[in-house]
């Protein structure tokens, strides 16, 4: 992400997992597993409504209304709380770039540039250079949560986050004995995860395979199919408010500002357009040249970015069916920017996309950025739903989730292997299993505040605090 960043200087490997290993004097492993709520904590409400200034209000209900469903929605809706909560928990020291926001449901299935599937982290909006526990944290606490969710034992729950700091712990080992290319090339293909499951449960493998089914229809052809039509012989983005909105319903509606207005002009479209295709490579930008923008509109996904602006624009290339669609998504601040060394980036977008080529073993070819001069926002661009996936967390059984997030851990190992020292981490870790139990001690005292602050939120919209609209 920056110079610095990813600057490794070549020692030898014995070194470095020398000095791995000395930092368990001031960080020993078993320290990992405290967590306890300080006096002077942020109150997460304060915290979560803090992010919403600047968001479209009329869809703040919605996010709430997502999060307060249950204690996992609300996990994956407070990136920023977790944040907070994790400065003052001991480190060892060792940086790399985090997802941020590496819970269960941030890792799936896309496909390739060369159209295979592949298995990998799938979001990166919270990306910045920090602690590698971090992350392992966060997709541990994760897997607790889920567990109780599905009503699964206490005992199970707990090991699932063992588990999954093990799996990283394994999977780290591995790549620290690799080549430096070897380890650059690695992926996980979706063989690999359909190899795992087949000594799974009969439902994890029926989960998975519906997974990768649902991802192998998910065509661009598909997606223009489901999500446009044609209206007086042009094809258009069809409206379903509040979830799609083309902007000719928004400017009815209301929900755009002047500012909005002018980035939406045709002179604004423009200047957009050669601002995205000036941050792609020469060969992709001539490939986008062969298209034009011929509609836009709102589209609300996920949980926590709800209310920022996830934009879709519809390209035309040289007939009615020979369409793509892109998409545009507000980029702000990372969660981890408050708390951490701050860094400089020329936009937040390009933060964004930079953390995501780094850490993913491949990216979207579409993938770019730029920056509105009359919002002042920052937007990236993907392709929209190009032979996507991610398991159901909630249809996983015991061992359907377990082997879920062998696979997930070992995807976090590989992207930390590729923007951190992964030398000096397998020296910290060690082969005993001290570090993976405090994970787990971690893990269920962290998901039992989440279950404390999700109630929180659930009282403040009872009681009208906090507007919620459920069931969208």
């Not at 994890?204 to 012989?233: C, D, F, N, P, Y």
């Not at 408050?338 to 937040?348: A, C, G, S, T």
Request: charged letters at 25%; hydrophobic letters at 35%.
């Amino acid at each position: 992400m920056t110079e610095e960043s990813t600057n490794l200087v070549p020692t030898a490997r014995a070194e470095r997992k020398k000095l791995g290993r000395a930092l368990r004097q001031q960080t020993p492993l078993e320290s990992h597993s405290r967590w306890e709520a300080t006096t002077g904590r942020p109150d997460p409400l304060t915290l979560l409504k803090a992010q919403d200034k600047g968001r479209i209000r009329q869809l703040l209900p919605i996010k709430y209304g997502r999060m307060v469903e249950s204690p996992f929605t609300f996990y994956r809706g407070s990136a920023v709380v977790m944040a907070a909560d994790l400065v003052g928990t001991p480190v060892s020291g060792i940086e790399t770039i985090l997802c941020g926001d590496a819970h269960l449901s941030n890792f799936g299935i896309f496909a390739s540039p060369e159209r295979s599937l592949i298995f990998d982290l799938n979001d990166f909006d919270e990306a910045f250079p920090g602690p590698w526990e971090w992350d392992l944290k966060r997709l541990a606490t994760s897997a607790v949560i889920a567990g109780r969710d599905n009503g699964f034992a206490e005992k199970k729950c707990r090991s699932f986050a063992v588990n999954a700091a093990r799996t990283y712990s394994k999977a780290m080992d591995y790549f620290s004995e690799m080549c430096t290319l070897d380890q650059w090339y690695y992926h996980v293909d979706v063989d690999a995860v359909l190899t795992a499951f087949k000594q799974s449960s009969k439902k994890g493998r029926k989960s998975v395979a519906q997974m990768v089914e649902k991802a192998q229809t998910r065509t661009h052809e598909q997606t223009l199919e489901k999500l446009t039509q044609i209206e007086g012989g042009q094809r258009r983005i069809i409206s379903k408010p509040p979830l799609l909105m083309p902007y000719r319903v928004m400017k009815s509606e209301g929900y755009l500002t002047q500012k909005d207005l002018k980035e939406l002009s045709e002179q604004g479209v423009t200047n957009t357009w050669r601002q995205y295709l000036a941050s792609l490579p020469d060969e992709r930008r001539y490939l986008l040249q062969r298209f034009q923008i011929i509609d836009g509109a709102l589209r609300v996904g996920g949980i926590g970015s709800v209310g920022t602006r996830c934009i879709i624009a519809l390209l035309k290339g040289g007939g009615d069916d020979d369409g793509l669609i892109l998409q545009l998504k507000e980029a702000g601040p990372s969660v981890l920017e408050n708390v951490l060394e701050r860094r400089h980036y020329p936009n937040q977008a390009q933060r964004v996309v930079t953390a995501q080529r780094l850490m993913q073993a491949t990216s979207d070819i579409f993938l770019g950025w730029h920056s509105s001069k009359s919002t002042g926002r920052d937007y990236y661009w993907r392709q929209l739903k190009d032979m996507k996936g991610s398991a159901d967390v909630a249809d996983l059984d015991e061992e359907g989730l377990k082997t879920y997030l062998k696979v997930c851990s070992t995807s976090l190992a590989r992207a930390h292997a590729r923007t951190g020292d992964e030398i000096q981490i397998r020296g910290y870790l060690g082969k005993k299993d001290t570090f993976a139990q405090a994970i787990g001690d971690f893990a269920v005292a962290y998901a039992d505040q989440t279950e404390r602050d999700h109630e929180a939120l659930v009282k403040a919209v009872k009681a009208g605090r906090i507007a919620a609209e459920m069931g969208v």
